[in-house]
Structures are given as structure tokens and as C-alpha cells.
């Protein structure tokens, strides 16, 4: 299985300051489709979690332009340049270039 | 829109047997495959594994091999996971989730508590 790290586990931010989660993978997660598959979700309490940049750096429908993904290879990381008090949540890495899929740990980010 | 809607919360005695399903809305159905990924208190979330669209083969976690089936009502748009010889370990909640660019659309989710 490829395990998924993320660093920090827990951050709190000033609003309007940026936040930097890391993800780091046990392996490549570039497929020889081209495409390297991984992507960000963003849970809130009692909610489902929500998909929020796929292919790295790609963002879903609705995801506001100051959410940014990068990265390549083995390392990977999703900014946020200004948090504003809505992006309270657990943030999710996944892997999907081979089963099975795996999650990083999650982190938590807290408003200050 | 894509929306799917899964069973209310069960609760389920140690040995037991479970079976969630997920309704789906808003797209073809056999065109994109159904996931399942569960979340037990305090946890990662943990792919259990997921059904192809198109033939609806399936492939799982191997951790959950033997102990899982998902299967689907095309007819009916419908994706079902079934969990048998449920432990206390097994109380989690259970989501369904869209194949795609990335897992795009979820459910809700099903809490699925195992205790006697």
C-alpha cells in the first residue's frame, strides 16, 4: 500500500494569512496514463468530505482561486494565500494511481 | 445535480451482518464507477474498495477481502456495500463516493454502530 504522510497535523492561522499543508507518498503516484493522481479533499464536522483539487493542482468546480495545489513525483502540497474563518476544517490527501486508494492522516486547520 | 443519497444509521450486534445503500441522481449511472470509504471516530478516512461503471467488476481492500461485497442495481441507480461479521472495530461512518477526477461527489454518510 502507498502511505500517504501529511505534515502538519494541525495548524492555526490568522485570517487573511496563508496556509501550507504538505503530503508526502511512499511512491510515484505519476501513472503511465500521464496523470499523476492525487488529489485534496476538505472535511467539516459531521459533513462528507469535499473534493477540492484533483491531478495535483487541477481545482473543482467552485473551489475559489485562492486554493492551490502542487507539486510532482512523491511530494505534494495545497496552499490557501488568505484563510478566511469558512476553511476551518480537516484537510485530506488521497492517492488513487493504484489500489489500494489511501488517505493522508488529515490536518486540522483552526482559525487563531 | 449529482446527488447521492444513502440508508439511515443501523446498529448492529457483534457477528452481524450490514447493508448500506446509495442512491444515485443527476448522471449516468454505469458511466462512472462507486466507491466506498469509511471513517471510524477519530480516524482517517479508509477506502474499502469500488465498482467499476461500465461492467461492474469490483476490487477491494485487501485488509476487508472476504468480509466485503459491493454490488449495484443498475436499473435502479443504485450502488450497495455489504459488511459481514461486523466487529466493534467496524463503527464507523460509511460514505459512498463518485469515480472521476478524483472521488467528487459523496453521500452523506451512514453510521454503522457495531455493540451489543
Known amino acids: 500500500d502507498i502511505v500517504m504522510t501529511q505534515t502538519p497535523l494541525s495548524l492555526s492561522v490568522t485570517p487573511g494569512q496563508p496556509a501550507s499543508i504538505s503530503c508526502k507518498s511512499g511512491q510515484s503516484l505519476l501513472h503511465s496514463d500521464g496523470r499523476t493522481h492525487l488529489s485534496w479533499y476538505l472535511q467539516k464536522p459531521g459533513q462528507p468530505p469535499q473534493l477540492l483539487i484533483y491531478e495535483v493542482s487541477k481545482r473543482f468546480s467552485g473551489v475559489p482561486d485562492r486554493v492551490s495545489g502542487s507539486g510532482s513525483g512523491t511530494d505534494f502540497t495545497l496552499e490557501i494565500s488568505r484563510v478566511e474563518a469558512e476553511d476551518v476544517a480537516v484537510y485530506y490527501c488521497?492517492?488513487?494511481?493504484?489500489?489500494?486508494?489511501?488517505f493522508g492522516q488529515g490536518t486540522k486547520l483552526e482559525i487563531k | 445535480q449529482v446527488q447521492l443519497v444513502q440508508s439511515g444509521a443501523e446498529v448492529k450486534e457483534p457477528g452481524a451482518s450490514v447493508k448500506v445503500s446509495c442512491k444515485a441522481s443527476g448522471y449516468t449511472f454505469t458511466s462512472y464507477g462507486t466507491h466506498w470509504v469509511r471513517q471510524a471516530p477519530g480516524q482517517r478516512l479508509e477506502w474499502m474498495g469500488w465498482i467499476t461503471g461500465g461492467d461492474g467488476n469490483t476490487r477491494y481492500s485487501q485488509k476487508l477481502q472476504g468480509r466485503v461485497s459491493i454490488t449495484r442495481d443498475t436499473s435502479a441507480g443504485t450502488a450497495y456495500m455489504e459488511l459481514r461479521s461486523l466487529a466493534s472495530e467496524d463503527t464507523a461512518v460509511y460514505y459512498c463516493?463518485?469515480?472521476?477526477?478524483?472521488?467528487?461527489?459523496w453521500g452523506q454518510g451512514t453510521l454503522v454502530t457495531v455493540s451489543s
Open positions: 488521497m492517492q488513487s494511481v493504484q489500489a489500494p486508494i489511501t
Open positions: 463516493a463518485r469515480d472521476g477526477d478524483g472521488l467528487q461527489s
